[in-house]
Nanobody, 124 residues
Framework: QAQLVESGGGLVQAGGSLRLSCAAS????????MGWFRQAPGKGREFVAF???????TYRDSVKGRFTISRDNAKNTVYLQMNSLKPEDTAVYCC??????????????????WGQGTQVNVST
């Protein structure tokens, strides 16, 4: 059974960096676009970044210039490098596979195979 497992979260001070990983198992997703989303306490799931199978990327405005999404298809893994972290980046970060193209890339409804998430806490 295919699944995604995120790792790399933790506690970091504002201005610090973390690198999240999303490792796929059970099948290869090298031909699929992938996304990172996050959910803060009391808020809905929000789009963070997206990468196509060929490496093209899209980011939410608040993380542009600070976050970088990448992938290593040989390792069946997607990464999210997060620099200059801010307290408002605190959330559970999840990765997912884009499984349908019926709507916006920013909508969680376009994605499946959600991982369990990894917690990122940014202190002041």
């Amino acid at each position: 059974q295919a699944q995604l497992v995120e790792s790399g979260g933790g506690l970091v001070q504002a201005g610090g960096s973390l690198r999240l990983s999303c490792a796929a198992s059970g099948r290869t997703f090298s031909n699929y676009a992938m996304g990172w989303f996050r959910q803060a306490p009391g808020k809905g799931r929000e789009f963070v970044a997206f990468i196509t199978s060929n490496g093209g990327s899209t980011y939410r405005d608040s993380v542009k210039g600070r976050f970088t999404i990448s992938r290593d298809n040989a390792k069946n893994t997607v990464y999210l490098q997060m620099n200059s972290l801010k307290p408002e980046d605190t959330a559970v970060y999840c990765c997912a596979v884009r499984v349908t193209y019926s709507g916006s890339v920013y909508s969680p409804n376009q994605y499946g195979y959600w991982g369990q998430g990894t917690q990122v806490n940014v202190s002041t």
